[in-house]
């Protein structure tokens, strides 16, 4: 019973230290088990102030059990060491982040344990997907989309990979990369996808009131036709914009404007051959 009662609360993210005979670390007899404070308790002089308390249960309550990392699940073991229920909402709901795609999990996982990983990875056009070996050093969710950012092995450069467009499995291999590596890491993500961004910019006419005006809105530049509003990708993109419908219309790029065209017709003609089926 005593060993199903410290299975359970490693389970539950509870550490347990076990203190053996120094002489022969093997033998447990005579065991003793301890939880460590530094690990499940904050300082002691340390104080929150009501607003603070708020924050901190929210943003315990954000992540998804399956999303969050190891350090996520320490803080909220923390806060909830000071008698706050990370997973009660503080104004009536709470946001809530979690992840579809099955790689995020794997390459979570591996810039925790600094392990470099491999996967199959399909670009747009391209007929079969390509394997890459990559040094993972950051997950960011940029325009709704998650991204893994880090160092190609084979390339070795910097590169951002969007893991809907992951094929299959991602592989954490047992070779490790230096852990300086994913200092400042987010940062560099996040201002590479913004540079690109900002090399791209479509001209877009937005239907007012509609949804697309509210989501659109928030990254687009008024202009005297329309809207100028920054992407990173055309093909994700096309996707974003198709899902408006007739709310949103594309005056420029050109190869934007096909793509939303080409996606919109497809959608029509798999309609249509249904109707007549």
């Given at each position: 019973m005593f060993e199903r009662d410290k299975d359970e609360l490693r389970t539950l993210g509870v550490p347990i230290e076990t203190i053996g005979d120094s002489s022969d670390p093997?033998?447990?007899?005579?065991?003793?088990y301890r939880i460590p404070k530094a690990e499940y308790d904050l300082p002691a002089d340390l104080e929150f102030s009501a607003a603070e308390l708020a924050v901190l249960r929210l943003a315990g309550s954000v992540w998804s059990a399956e999303s969050s990392s190891a350090d996520a699940q320490a803080g909220v073991r923390k806060i909830r060491a000071l008698g706050i229920d990370?997973?009660?909402?503080?104004?009536?709901f709470a946001p809530r982040i979690t992840t579809r795609e099955e790689s995020f999990a794997p390459l979570q996982n591996a810039i925790e344990t600094c392990r470099i990983v491999t996967f199959e990875y399909l670009?747009?056009?391209?007929?079969?997907?390509?394997r890459r070996q990559m040094e993972p050093l950051a997950l960011l969710d940029y325009e709704a989309r998650w991204h893994v950012y880090g160092i190609d092995v084979d390339?070795?450069?910097?590169?951002?990979?969007?893991?809907?467009?992951?094929i299959g499995a991602v592989t954490?291999?047992?070779?490790?990369?230096?852990?300086?590596?994913?200092d400042g890491a987010g940062d560099r993500a996040l201002a590479g996808l913004e540079a690109v961004a900002a090399r791209n910019t479509a001209l877009l006419e937005i239907t007012p009131g509609t949804e697309a005006a509210l989501r659109l809105g928030r990254r687009a530049t008024?202009?005297?036709?329309g809207f100028s509003v920054p992407f990173v990708d055309v093909h994700i993109f096309a996707d974003e914009i198709a899902s408006y419908g007739p709310e949103v219309r594309v005056v420029?790029?050109?190869l934007l404007r096909d793509a939303v065209v080409a996606r919109?017709?497809?959608?029509?003609?798999?309609?249509?051959?249904?109707?007549?089926?």
């Open positions: 093997n033998d447990l007899r005579e065991a003793r990370g997973d009660e909402p503080i104004i009536g670009k747009p056009g391209e007929q079969s997907p390509r390339a070795d450069d910097e590169r951002t990979f969007l893991l809907s467009r992951i954490v291999t047992k070779k490790t990369f230096d852990p300086g590596l994913r008024a202009e005297v036709q420029e790029p050109e919109l017709t497809a959608i029509v003609a798999t309609h249509s051959g249904g109707a007549e089926s």
